[in-house]
């Protein structure tokens, strides 16, 4: 039996994240109630549309929970990186959803910013195949990165 593929547990544990974030905000459900949800319903579970693939679980129940514990401080990252005339809570909510998981992510250093922003980056090229959103999405996270994780750019101000 193969061992199953790290970065695709990952990168569907982001997907995953991104998704129940969304859910959250959209029907106005607790992370606790949309992770479970998550967990018996969707993570690795076949239906009508198909095998959904297994994920990473300690990464999606991080990227959740951290992008709700630290909610104020990713949006306020995040406005920094956007027009002024379009903060966070004005923009397309899957890329907000998209900017919180990604910022949960920066906003702790285990892994590295670029690998988080090039994860991104995929996801938005996957839920917008035909738009400028991953360009939009490349710009604001590397504006995030550098304001959370400055010292993995070497930059010195935050």
Known sequence: ???PDK???SSAARLYAVQALFQMEAAGQSADRVMGEFRNFRIGADD?????PEADD?????????AVTWQSRI?????RGLVAKWPIDRIDPVLRALFRAAGAELATPVTP?????????RLAEAFFPNGREPKFV???LDHVARGLRPEAFGDTAG
Do not use: C, W
Not at 59 to 64: C, K
């Open 138 to 140: 490349n710009a604001v």
């Open 7 to 9: 970065r695709a547990l």
């Open 113 to 121: 910013p670029k690998v988080v922003i090039s994860e991104y980056v």
């Open 75 to 79: 949006d306020q990252a995040t406005d």
């Open 48 to 52: 009508e549309e198909g095998h959904h």
């Open 1 to 3: 039996m193969s061992k």
């Open 58 to 66: 300690k990464l999606f129940s991080r990227i959740v929970d951290d």
